[in-house]
């Protein structure tokens, strides 16, 4: 392995994002924090258009937010998740005024890395240029995800 890994899970009521990120910092880790870019590249050098960029393009061309699910294959609570919670018909219909889009952080670790995901599962809602407007890491409920998607959608 290249590089040290591991995942954190916290009580966003009780830590910030920000806390845990200096946290991480003062073991000697680096959280890998990085602007987002529309280009990155890949193990071999090449580069590869992230899909959250494609998402972007997409809402900015229908004037809708993004909805981005940040997940792995072997995440158990990402599986709940989408058994518990996007499978719920009131947070479909909220989801249905969103560009989705689910990445998975095994198959584009670089774009985890850009949006900060330092848990999963981690959801983050953008606007069509790109800034956060919401951020949940962890399980959500789904009233709780409903709500917040309706309240987003209606500014």
Known sequence: MERDAFTLSYDPARVTLEDMYLQITELGYSPGIEPPDA????ERGEAEVSPVEEALATAQR??????????????L??????????SDSAVQEALSSYVFVEVDTDEYPQ?????QVVGMPTLVILSSEGNELFRS????EAADLQQKLEELVRK
């Open 39 to 42: 280009l990155e590249s890949d």
């Open 62 to 75: 229908e004037s809708k937010l993004v909805f981005v699910d940040f997940s792995a294959e072997w995440c």
């Open 77 to 86: 609570a990402c599986k709940i998740l989408e058994e518990q919670v996007f």
């Open 111 to 115: 774009t985890a890395t850009t949006y």
């Open 137 to 140: 890491v962890g399980i959500i």
